[in-house]
Structure formats: structure tokens, C-alpha cells
T-cell receptor, first 114, second 115 residues
Framework: EPEVTQTPSHQVTQMGQEVILRCVPI?????FYWYRQILGQKVEFLVS????????KSEIFDDQFSVERPDGSNFTLKIRSTKLEDSAMYFC????????????FGPGTRLTVL | GNSVTQMEGPVTLSEEAFLTINCTYT??????LFWYVQYPGEGLQLLLK?????DKGSNKGFEATYRKETTSFHLEKGSVQVSDSAVYFC??????????????FGTGTKLQVIP
């Protein structure tokens, strides 16, 4: 069964460093998303991406964040200068259709900023 | 804005007990409703969904009915198993507020089933 994959499963970085989280969405999906979950808190929407551009982003997704689809299979989230409060689980998701459709989630990348 | 409220956990049940996890929502439009499950060390998996009022979503013995009048989508299972131990998230996707493209999650309820 097709699935969304994410690498790495755990990333440890120093405050101020750049990190890139990688995702491979399901191959025939057209819509891509990033969510994050700070430990013990809700899963929060960060950004959605369609047709090589951001279609919606939350207020969390500030200038420190960027997303890219560098090739036909990968979808990346970059954090330019990490802060302690960026420590969280980051989930990638993809979907075929947009309105009310099921989003398929990856296993997540746990980011720890020291 | 949209929000989802679900009962606090953890919930601890004996095997074969009846499960209810309450979920209520606030949305500006007419949302689709979901239950996602996260097993230890894994990602979020869609458990069931309902897209309109009075729809019942069901999967793996779990059920939830979309109740527009009470803005609720409670998760139930008649007889839980140890393998059902996981975190359960209630969620919505609401096109009416421009939120076609994002899912709003509840805080999650951890279920532990003991033999």
C-alpha cells in the first residue's frame, strides 16, 4: 500500500542552525502539507502546497520556514535558523483531492533543538 | 475560527470493555469530520470519516456518527483489544472557512487497554 515517508526520523540540531526535513508523498497525489506537534500539544497546520506554490499557510509559518518540491518526488521543509521552540514532531501529508478529502500522513520527524 | 475539543486522557480500559471518546467541534462552515489514530512510533492514520450530517463512519469495529445538532463526532467501540492502545485524534476539515486545505486537530486522547 502506498505511504508517505519522511527522513530523518529524528534530527538533533543546535539553535541557529538550518535544518531540512524531507518527505516523499504518495506518487499520484497533488497536494502536500506540513503539520507540527509540540510535545503534549495539538497537531497544528503549517502550510499547504499545490502546483509548486504555497496555497495556504498558518501564522506559525513565518519567514524562517520555507517549502520546496525540488524534484518529482520529494517535498521539503526548511527552517533557516532554528529556535528552541521549533522542537516538535513534524508531519508531512499528501492528498489527491482537496476539499474534505483524506490526507495521508507520514510517520513524522522528531526535531530537537538544543 | 475552527476548533475541536476532545476528552482528556489517558483512558485506561480492560480488554473487551466499551469505549467512548467524546469529540465536539466548532466550525464556520460544513466540515468533514475525521478520527485519526497514532500507534506508538508510527504516523497518523485515518481511522474513519464522515462528510455530512447523520453519516456514520466505521472501521475496525470503531464507529462515529456526525451529529450536526450537537456538533459532535464521538468515537465508540463495543469491545476494545490490547492492540487498540494508541492515541486517537478527532479532526475536521472545513471548506466554508477557506480551510479546504488544512485539518484542524483535537489534542488527542491516549487509550491504554490492559489484558
Amino acid at each position: 500500500e502506498p505511504e508517505v515517508t519522511q527522513t530523518p526520523s529524528h534530527q538533533v540540531t543546535q539553535m541557529g542552525q538550518e535544518v531540512i526535513l524531507r518527505c516523499v508523498p504518495i506518487s499520484n497525489h497533488l497536494y502536500f502539507y506540513w503539520y507540527r506537534q509540540i510535545l503534549g500539544q495539538k497537531v497544528e497546520f503549517l502550510v499547504s502546497f499545490y502546483n509548486n506554490e504555497i496555497s495556504e499557510k498558518s501564522e506559525i509559518f513565518d519567514d524562517q520556514f520555507s517549502v520546496e518540491r525540488p524534484d518529482g518526488s520529494n517535498f521539503t521543509l526548511k527552517i533557516r535558523s532554528t529556535k528552541l521552540e521549533d522542537s516538535a514532531m513534524y508531519f508531512c501529508a499528501s492528498s489527491e483531492v482537496i476539499a474534505g478529502g483524506e490526507q495521508f500522513f507520514g510517520p513524522g520527524t522528531r526535531l530537537t533543538v538544543l | 475560527g475552527n476548533s475541536v475539543t476532545q476528552m482528556e486522557g489517558p483512558v485506561t480500559l480492560s480488554e473487551e470493555a466499551f469505549l467512548t471518546i467524546n469529540c465536539t467541534y466548532t466550525a464556520t462552515g460544513y466540515p468533514s469530520l475525521f478520527w485519526y489514530v497514532q500507534y506508538p512510533g508510527e504516523g497518523l492514520q485515518l481511522l474513519l470519516k464522515a462528510t455530512k450530517a447523520d453519516d456514520k463512519g466505521s472501521n475496525k469495529g470503531f464507529e462515529a456518527t456526525y451529529r450536526k445538532e450537537t456538533t459532535s463526532f464521538h468515537l465508540e467501540k463495543g469491545s476494545v483489544q490490547v492492540s487498540d492502545s494508541a492515541v486517537y485524534f478527532c479532526a475536521l476539515s472545513d471548506p466554508g472557512s477557506g480551510g479546504y486545505q488544512k485539518v484542524t486537530f483535537g489534542t488527542g486522547t491516549k487509550l491504554q487497554v490492559i489484558p
